[in-house]
């Protein structure tokens, strides 16, 4: 027991480091506010820990300390800065890729503060940009897509003025995506950064 206990006090907390990026959803919305929900995948949040098994996992939501502040970016560029937003670390998806958690956090927004008004993206989950913690680090720009792939946002996050990060998906056919819109097409929404892709959004069998 005593053991145990040790290495739960000795084990690193989760943290969201600089240049992280993640996606920005929006949730809820009023006349006057917006609610965005805040993802980062399990890759990008150091010492990410691993997921109990059975129910506890449901339950499992540890807090994730944020480096630095936390922008909102769409595909003109910055928007506004979200602070530092309360993040935990909770599982997200079980597929066939296996499973897969996020670091998540729920900011409200005033519209009025917005420089330009938010375009969500209907049936993927209403995706409104990227969440970048601090500063974008230098990135290459990235390849065309293949024609197949729906691309919802790009941006320029290192400001070097080629598109260095985007968000893009495919149409889940059979509707297997989390939380599905009551009709139409389903989209996944996956973020890609240099070679790397991965999925926001839990879509598939």
């Known amino acids: 027991m ?10 690193a907390a989760p943290v969201l480091p600089e240049h992280a990026v993640g ?3 929006i949730s809820r ?3 006057t506010e917006l ?3 805040l993802r980062f995948d399990q890759s990008v949040v ?3 820990p691993a997921l109990p098994s059975g129910k506890a996992m449901l339950a ?3 807090t994730v300390t944020v480096q630095n502040e936390v922008s909102l970016w769409d595909a003109t560029g910055k928007l506004i800065s979200l602070g530092k937003p309360a993040f935990s670390f909770r599982f997200t998806c079980e597929n066939d890729g296996g499973l897969r958690a996020q670091a998540i956090a729920k900011v409200m927004v005033k519209k009025a503060q917005l420089p330009r008004a938010l375009a969500p993206v209907k049936n993927a989950w209403n995706v409104v940009g990227f969440a970048v913690v601090g500063t974008a680090e230098p990135r290459p720009a990235l390849t065309p897509k293949d024609q197949a792939v729906t691309i919802h946002l790009v ?3 290192d400001g070097d ?8 998906g495919l149409q889940d056919e059979a509707m297997n995506c989390d939380e599905p819109e009551k009709k139409g097409p389903q989209w996944s929404v996956d973020l890609e950064r240099e070679t790397k892709s991965t999925p926001l959004r839990c879509c598939g069998p």
Do not use: H
């Open 2 to 11: 005593v053991p145990s206990l040790l290495i739960a006090v000795l084990a």
């Open 23 to 25: 996606g920005a959803f």
């Open 29 to 31: 919305e009023t006349k």
């Open 35 to 37: 609610e965005l929900t």
């Open 46 to 48: 150091k010492d990410a």
């Open 60 to 62: 499992f939501k540890p």
């Open 155 to 157: 941006a320029d996050l």
């Open 161 to 168: 003025g080629a598109v260095d990060a985007r968000l893009s």
